[in-house]
């Protein structure tokens, strides 16, 4: 009886727990387990939405496909009314698989978007309207800054333009050190010293944010673990959408769903990732890197390099090859003549708003992250990489030297830059500017008279370009030259300086260089950028997309990063995006162009 009773109480609140949660139960003959159904609210004839599957990309959701098997999928994320960009994109039957559902990118923040999704279903035509909500988009706070989104000055866009997708990495001032207690000077040097995760986001031809990446997750902000330090600078995408990044100590792979290929960390011996992770043709990464307790030239004492090495990795993240650009440039590591007329306020990531004066050189300044000559100190400033395949070779941007081309057996090439301060060996390999009939220009030193020409001074990415010939005999390349130091010096008036972004056309036979394009020198002060920002071709729209990231850093306005898609062609203007923050000292460090069509296509 007392058992019956009992039997009756416990089912009553079931009973009452069932009625109060939702869930419908099924009766189940007495002797049998109980099994409850719960009721699921969809919105489609697919599953639930999740948002933020992998947790680091909010503003991505999938599609549960709840074992069913949707195909012809068209994903569209339809812009906000009055004018907002519309995401469209193509899902594979195998992106379908990987995630179990169908994959939703560029989504507002903040905002319930309307999400159409076309597909077929047992022979069926589909069509569903989601409404999916996302949180709003979040930033690092800090002493100075009110603001957590970029501000929009202004954002256009020409017909045929206005569906473009541009990823940002943008960085302000380190905020924590407390590990720098380890050195006598309280300095970090190298990525260390960038102790603040970068803000990594996509904006569309409006100025909106559709993607961020969560890179607080990968950070340390108590300081405490090195391997956790520094900042996500460069991104490059392989072939299938994913992307690749690094963080001085690590280098990562993720989708932009945000869903983990690998964490891998540096191999032994080697630190301070920083401005480059590049994919090769062969499915191996080029990083540029530094090297630890490295003997320095000419002397018993022992130092850790700074941004002057490049290896090269296999898809197991095994050490294949090392490009020691001390011993490359051998002597060249103490040429001085463009590091004497660098701005000292603005030099990459390291930014004193207080320094007055130009760099100098001194025989006896330390060891570290210190702009200088000599390995062991910021020598070379090598930010950015790219591959030649038609010899096996890669094109190394120098900021403080120039722009040199170097070959698996480790000897240059060529070099980009003024004919001066060279060693008289490396000064044979520097390229002679001519006209478009290739006659010899009139130049002399850091300057030339008479001519668009000019070299790129500070550069960051110089990659090779796909709008010029590529082949046994010519290289093209694309340079964001910022203009630091043109002419290795600083102009009488600082407002007169400017950036632009350059094309030459190379004769490695003959060793020339021709000037065949450039864009940005007519806007001066207001679209000049003493550090980072990059350019490189689209050869699907022939055109030129490009940042000019941190416009009016060096004066109290507001600092901005502005991008631009131009027709080489024709100068035509295609997109002007014209971003603010108050973050001071902010920079973004470089733009990528992201293709939604082939994001999803694995």
């Not at 009110?146 to 501000?151: A, N, T, W």
């Given at each position: 009886m007392v058992k019956n009773v009992l039997r009756g109480v416990v089912s009553s609140a079931a009973l009452g727990a069932v009625l109060l949660t939702g869930i419908s139960a099924v009766y189940v003959p007495e002797g049998h387990a109980a099994v409850f159904e719960r009721k699921k609210e969809t919105q489609g004839e697919l599953g639930k939405v999740i948002v933020n599957p992998y947790k680091v990309a909010p503003l991505t959701a999938i599609i549960e496909r709840e074992g069913k098997d949707p195909k012809n999928i068209t994903v569209t994320v339809m812009g906000k009314p009055g004018g907002g960009v519309d995401i469209s994109y193509p899902v594979s039957e195998g992106a379908v698989l990987n995630?179990?559902?169908?994959?939703?990118?560029?989504?507002?923040?903040?905002?319930?978007?309307?999400?159409?999704?076309?597909?077929?279903?047992?022979?069926?035509?589909?069509?569903?309207?989601?409404?999916?909500?996302?949180?709003?988009?979040?930033?690092?706070?800090?002493?100075?800054?009110?603001?957590?989104?970029?501000?929009?000055?202004?954002?256009?866009?020409?017909?045929?333009?206005?569906?473009?997708?541009?990823?940002?990495?943008m960085m302000g001032n380190a905020d924590s050190k407390e590990w720098a207690w380890a050195r006598p000077d309280h300095k970090v040097h190298g990525a260390g010293e960038w102790l603040e995760p970068a803000e990594l986001y996509m904006v569309d031809t409006k100025g909106e944010i559709?993607?961020?990446?969560?890179?607080?997750?990968?950070?340390?902000?108590?300081?405490?673990?090195?391997?956790?330090?520094?900042?996500?600078?460069?991104?490059?995408?392989?072939?299938?959408?994913?992307?690749?990044?690094?963080?001085?100590?690590?280098?990562?792979?993720?989708?932009?769903?945000?869903?983990?290929?690998?964490?891998?960390?540096?191999?032994?011996?080697?630190?301070?990732?920083?401005?480059e992770v590049l994919p090769m043709p062969n499915g191996h990464m080029l990083l540029r890197v530094a090297k630890t307790n490295y003997n320095i030239p000419g002397t018993k004492e022992v130092a850790h390099t700074v941004r002057d090495h490049v290896i090269e990795v296999d898809d197991g993240g095994r050490v294949v090859e090392e490009w020691d650009l001390v011993s490359i440039m051998g002597k060249n590591q103490f040429r001085k003549d463009l590091i004497v007329g660098l701005d000292a306020r603005a030099v990459c990531l390291n930014i004193d708003m207080s320094a007055e004066h130009p760099v100098e050189v001194k025989e006896d300044i330390p060891f570290g992250d210190n702009t200088s000559t000599g390995a062991g100190r910021n020598w070379a400033h090598i930010n950015s990489i790219s591959y030649d395949k038609k010899d096996d070779s890669i094109i190394l941007s120098m900021r403080h030297q120039g722009i040199v081309k170097v070959g698996r057996d480790k000897q240059v090439k060529w070099i980009l830059a003024p004919n001066v301060g060279w060693t008289k060996d490396m000064s044979a390999k520097v390229l002679t500017p001519v006209d478009s009939k290739g006659n010899k220009l009139d130049c002399s030193g850091a300057t030339c008279n008479n001519t668009e020409f000019d070299w790129s001074f500070t550069q960051h990415t110089a990659w090779l370009s796909e709008r010029g010939e590529n082949n046994a005999r010519y290289a093209t390349i694309s340079v964001f030259d910022n203009g630091d130091g043109r002419g290795h010096e600083q102009p009488a008036i600082p407002r007169d300086k400017w950036s632009r972004a350059v094309e030459y056309k190379i004769d490695e036979k003959n060793m020339t260089v021709q000037q065949t394009w450039q864009f940005g020198k007519d806007r001066g002060w207001d679209w000049y950028s003493p550090v980072t920002s990059n350019v490189k071709y689209d050869p699907e729209k022939g055109t030129y997309w490009m940042l000019s990231g941190n416009v009016h850093l060096l004066s109290p306005e507001r600092t901005k990063g502005v991008i631009n898609e131009v027709d080489p062609k024709t100068g035509e203007v295609k997109v002007e995006i014209v971003l603010s923050n108050d973050k001071k000292p902010a920079v973004y460090y470089r733009s990528h162009l992201v293709k939604p069509e082939a994001l999803f296509q694995y």
């Open positions: 995630h179990d559902g169908i994959p939703v990118f560029g989504l507002y923040d903040d905002y319930v978007n309307q999400v159409k999704v076309d597909y077929t279903l047992d022979g069926k035509k589909v069509s569903t309207i989601y409404k999916i909500r996302t949180n709003p988009f979040t930033a690092r706070m800090q002493e100075g800054r009110y603001e957590v989104k970029p501000k929009v000055d202004s954002a256009k866009a020409v017909k045929g333009f206005e569906g473009r997708l541009y990823m940002l990495t559709r993607w961020f990446f969560d890179s607080e997750q990968f950070y340390d902000k108590y300081g405490r673990s090195i391997d956790d330090q520094g900042r996500i600078m460069s991104m490059h995408q392989m072939p299938n959408g994913d992307l690749v990044f690094g963080m001085a100590q690590k280098y990562f792979r993720y989708t932009l769903m945000g869903e983990q290929a690998y964490v891998r960390k540096l191999p032994r011996g080697y630190i301070d990732l920083s401005h």
